[in-house]
């Protein structure tokens, strides 16, 4: 996935804001509360970082391509990074930048998810 790609899915997300920040990365925020970094990566590939559950953390730490985000991680939050894999291994991003979302806006107060229209049902 490109920057341009990961943008436009994100953009495409309810109540979603985006600020360029931390050394020009592409942060996506939902109630002003962030849910996906592009950028960070050691190399001139795209890197994306993202929020997981506990059980998607253990998983995806020590998979080809994935990491414990640098700096969050270290923190002891549950955050990943992708980093190195194929174009096609794009829908099983958006999966985890979707369930980052998730989380994050289920971490908002119920004032705030009610204002933003998110988690009604």
């Not at 985006?18 to 590939?45: E, L, M, N, P, R």
């Not at 990943?80 to 958006?94: F, G, R, T, V």
Request: hydrophobic letters at 35%; aromatic letters at 14%; one cysteine or more.
């Amino acid at each position: 996935m490109t920057y341009d790609e990961y943008n436009e899915f994100c953009h495409a997300l309810p109540a979603t804001s985006y600020v360029v920040q931390w050394g020009g990365s592409h942060v996506w925020k939902v109630g002003g509360k962030v849910f996906a970094i592009g950028g960070w990566g050691d190399t001139d590939k795209p890197a994306f970082t993202f929020k997981t559950s506990d059980h998607n953390f253990q998983v995806l730490q020590d998979q080809p391509g994935f990491r414990p985000a640098p700096y969050m991680a270290s923190r002891g939050m549950k955050w990943i990074q992708q980093y190195d894999l194929p174009e096609s291994a794009d829908e099983e991003l958006k999966y985890y930048l979707t369930e980052s979302y998730r989380l994050v806006s289920l971490g908002l107060t119920k004032k705030m998810q009610k204002e933003l229209g998110l988690n009604q049902d």
